[in-house]
């Protein structure tokens, strides 16, 4: 079965800082790996999504990596500012990708960028 | 262009008492799900649909069942609710490059 862990489960930074967030994955068989960000009382805004033959992407001040092959993920987000606060949800999509598969999420990090 | 939407956004139930929620997407998705988000759990698969005519269990599926009435909705129905079923459920379909999500249904049951 399928396991995502994200690290930190929260973090408080400055303004302006850049950082990172982690995922990990059990099973490297995915599909795809797609970061969400969900505002308090929110659903979910997808950010990224790195198809499993690719390496990484990129959104404005946002990156995404991906390495299948060691099951992990990083979320890198430059500048910071205080909009971006909120929680980070890394979800993995398993097997040839059809579209019955559903996603596998983690926990999620708790960010606080602090004006 | 809507995307996903919710309906109850809020609802409050009894132990015993059955509803529906109601989704529907207008992007042409073939696929959809249902997950339930709960504090310390992150968001787990309920139920999903591949197509129209089709759909199959998830992660926890006990208590609920699923109708995918059409291409657009996939409705997801408590029959005897339980307190354990308090949650935040939240409808998502998919094309081939990632899913997209509703806004929510928060649900609590006394």
């Known amino acids: 079965k399928q396991e995502v862990t994200q690290i930190p489960a929260a973090l408080s930074v400055p303004e302006g800082e850049n950082l990172v967030l982690n995922c990990s994955f059990t099973d490297s068989a995915i599909y795809n790996l797609q970061w969400f960000r969900q505002d308090p009382g929110k659903g979910l805004t997808s950010l990224l999504l790195i198809q499993s033959s690719q390496r990484e992407q990129t959104s404005g001040r946002l990156n995404a990596s991906l390495d299948k092959s060691s099951g992990r993920s990083t979320l890198y987000i430059a500048a910071s500012q205080p909009g971006d606060s909120a929680t980070y949800l890394c979800?993995?999509?398993?097997?040839?990708?059809?579209?019955?598969?559903?996603?596998?999420f983690g926990k999620g990090t708790h960010l606080i960028i602090q004006p | 262009n809507a995307g996903v939407t919710q309906t109850p956004k809020f609802q409050v139930l009894k132990t015993g008492q059955s509803m529906t929620l109601q989704c529907a997407q207008d992007m042409n998705h073939n696929s959809m799900y249902w997950y339930r988000q709960d504090p310390g759990m992150g968001l787990r698969l309920i139920y999903y649909?591949?197509?129209?005519?089709?759909?199959d269990k998830g992660e926890v599926p006990n208590g609920y069942n699923v109708s995918r009435l059409n291409k657009r909705e996939f409705s997801l129905r408590l029959e005897s609710a339980a307190p354990s079923q308090t949650s935040v459920y939240f409808c998502?379909?998919?094309?081939?490059?990632?899913?997209?999500f509703g806004p929510g249904t928060r649900l609590t049951v006394t």
């Open positions: 649909s591949a197509s129209e005519g089709t759909t």
């Open positions: 998502a379909s998919s094309a081939r490059y990632g899913q997209y």
């Open positions: 979800a993995v999509r398993g097997g040839s990708g059809g579209g019955a598969d559903g996603l596998t």
